[in-house]
């Protein structure tokens, strides 16, 4: 029975940056936090802001999907030994479908004949049913954009970490939710551990700020920082997920998983601590406004970094909430001219390309890459393109097309005209390959958190039906 203390340090790992990530690393972590001894925790951040809407579409498709799709990959080598330790693990993981995916969970206990354990499901983040963005502000958008609510794929409040703390104090050692904070999946079990209370804001503020350091992953123990011969990091193929060490006076230690690659420095903690960071003295949070403008930051040895310093404000007044909506379509179209003149070749194919919309008075909005050649730093004319001189030595390129509609007929015949340069267009084109997609737009707004209700269930791992208490 874990009991809360004002002078044991708390650990919690990460085992996941983002949904896609990779699915081996969370063991590693586990095994770490078993060797410490301390009490500990492990987080999973599986929800980018179009997560969201790909699991609504994948519920409508199947009412028994919509979580994490590698959700049992993710879990599988760990739960055991997060059930015989009792190591708490809380995640977004349940996307737009939380109860499923505490039944899958529960169904993979059984599987793996452990003894039974809680799941908690924190949902109320849904809140389709009640749409009134006219009555809300914007947010972090383009307030021109009109959102016809009929097109709205997904909507979902960013919830903060008390529910989650309650859960962990109720004995739920599986903590499901949909959308929340990323910070609040390490500030809930700081909160359930420390028994800070939710008005102690330096303390709120601390345990945010681990959050945030762990949210993305390996990208505070060296990934997305290597660049070679200018900032080196070790055996990134082992990279090592990370592990915030913290005290109940919210001193922080940042490392990683024992026997793993990457890096823990000064310098991949401080990108971290940045990113994503609009004002410096007002990270806006359910929980607490963050002010990172008097943080230091300390190298503590190998792999190990302190931070300390984190002052925190009286949380906002609203809660921020996305709206994910249908935005038409994607068509795609690639090939590939290698050899002798390949260059020229390549511009030949775009021309066809421009010519061919044209001639089909297709209504698409398009861009033209040669990609490695033109691409990023050309503009959607492709006026880059057009100026380079065939005589460069490129030997290899390759043309992409990229056409958005709204009409999905458009888009698909656009993406096709690439199919077609196979015998159409230019000599030796190959490596073909044309996909369509649907566009998901994004929305964010502000409104008052008296609007949000949250509501907890329990599920047994070896009962069918939640509690909620």
């Known amino acids: 029975m874990h009991e809360t203390s004002h002078d044991t340090a708390f650990c919690i790992g990460c085992g996941a940056g983002f949904s896609g990530d990779r699915l ?59 059930v015989r330790h009792g190591i708490p693990v809380i995640g977004n993981f349940g996307a737009a479908n939380p109860m499923a995916a505490a039944r899958m969970i529960a169904a993979l206990g059984r599987e793996l004949a452990l003894p039974p354990f809680q799941i908690a499901v924190l949902e109320g983040d849904d809140i389709r049913d009640r749409l009134t963005p006219e009555q809300w502000d914007i947010a972090e958008s383009d307030t021109s954009l009109q959102v016809d609510p009929a097109q709205v794929i997904a909507a979902n409040v960013y919830l903060g970490a008390a529910d989650i703390a309650t859960a962990l104090r109720h004995g739920a050692l599986i903590v499901v939710t949909g959308r929340v904070a990323d910070p609040a999946l390490a500030l809930g ?62 001193d922080i230690l940042i490392g990683k998983a024992s026997n793993t690659g990457g890096l823990v420095s000064e310098q991949t903690v401080k990108e971290q601590l940045l990113y994503e960071i609009h004002d410096p003295a007002a990270y806006l949070t359910p929980d607490v406004i963050l002010d990172i403008s008097n943080v230091t930051v300390t190298a503590a040895g190998p792999d190990q970094v302190r931070v300390s310093g984190a002052r925190g404000k009286p949380r906002p ?61 050309d503009s959607d004319d492709g006026a880059l393109l057009a100026s380079l001189p065939p005589e460069l030595d490129h030997n290899d390129v390759r043309v992409r097309l990229a056409a958005v509609a709204e009409d999905k007929a458009q888009a698909e015949t656009a993406a096709r005209e690439v199919l077609a340069l196979y015998c159409d267009g230019p000599a030796g084109g190959g490596g073909v390959r044309w996909h369509l997609t649907q566009r998901i737009g994004t929305q964010s707004y502000l409104l008052p958190r008296e609007q949000i209700e949250t509501r907890l269930h329990y599920l047994n791992s070896h009962a069918n039906q939640p509690e909620v208490l």
């Open 24 to 82: 081996d690393v969370a063991e590693p972590v586990v095994d770490t936090l078993i060797e410490r001894g301390l009490p500990a925790a492990i987080m999973f951040e599986t929800l980018a802001e179009r997560t969201l809407a790909l699991a609504q579409l994948a519920r409508q498709n199947n009412p028994d999907h919509g979580y994490e799709p590698k959700l049992r990959e993710l879990l599988e080598p760990i739960l055991g030994k997060c």
């Open 189 to 250: 079990p700081l909160l359930w551990h420390f028994d800070w209370s939710l008005d102690d804001w330096q303390r709120l503020a601390a345990g945010t700020l681990a959050g945030h350091l762990l949210e993305c992953g390996s990208q505070v123990s060296g990934g997305y920082f290597a660049d070679p011969g200018f900032k080196e990091v070790p055996n990134m193929a082992n990279i090592g997920f990370p592990i915030a060490q913290v005290s109940h006076d919210g």
């Open 317 to 377: 007044a609203r809660l921020k909430a996305t709206l994910s909506f249908s935005s038409g379509w994607l068509g795609e179209g690639e090939i590939s001219y290698a050899g002798p003149n390949a260059l020229a070749r390549a511009q030949l194919a775009a021309q066809i390309l421009r010519e061919r919309i044209a001639q089909r008075q297709l209504q698409v909005r398009y861009r033209i890459d040669l990609i490695g050649v033109a691409s990023v730093h």
